[in-house]
């Protein structure tokens, strides 16, 4: 989900950037919870939620990393990603959230 997050394209020309307030609490756990019933594996989940979200692995480690979770045994994360959908979309958002605080703490730190 973090990967999922991080490979939006939040410029003016994608659909989601325009809906930033519903995103945390709607868009991205909608589109979550419905590819995780219409797929039967995870690079189908990853396919349907990418193309929804307008999503992409950004570098390198992004894309290595992803080919590797999606080699996972499918059913028992598909279950845990429709079963507690609203809890990982929590956490991805803490996750998301101290990154952004680090890097601007980070380059505010260079500024001084």
């Known amino acids: ?3 999922l997050h991080y490979g ?3 410029s003016e020309k994608n659909w ?3 809906r930033r307030g519903a995103y945390w609490d709607n868009l991205l756990p909608s589109r979550i919870r ?3 019933y219409n797929s039967i594996n995870l690079h189908q989940w990853w396919t349907a939620s990418a193309a ?3 999503s992409s692995p950004l570098t390198d480690e992004q894309r290595a990393e992803l080919a590797a979770l999606l080699t996972s045994e499918a059913r028992p994360v598909l279950q ?3 079963d507690q959908t609203t809890a990982l979309t929590l956490r991805t958002r803490i996750v998301a959230d101290a990154v952004r605080a680090a890097r601007t703490g980070a380059a505010q730190g260079c500024w001084r």
Do not use: F
Request: hydrophobic share 65%.
């Open 1 to 3: 989900m973090l990967l």
């Open 8 to 10: 939006i394209d939040w």
């Open 16 to 18: 989601v950037a325009a």
């Open 34 to 36: 419905s590819a995780t």
């Open 52 to 54: 929804r979200l307008g």
């Open 80 to 82: 845990v990603m429709r």
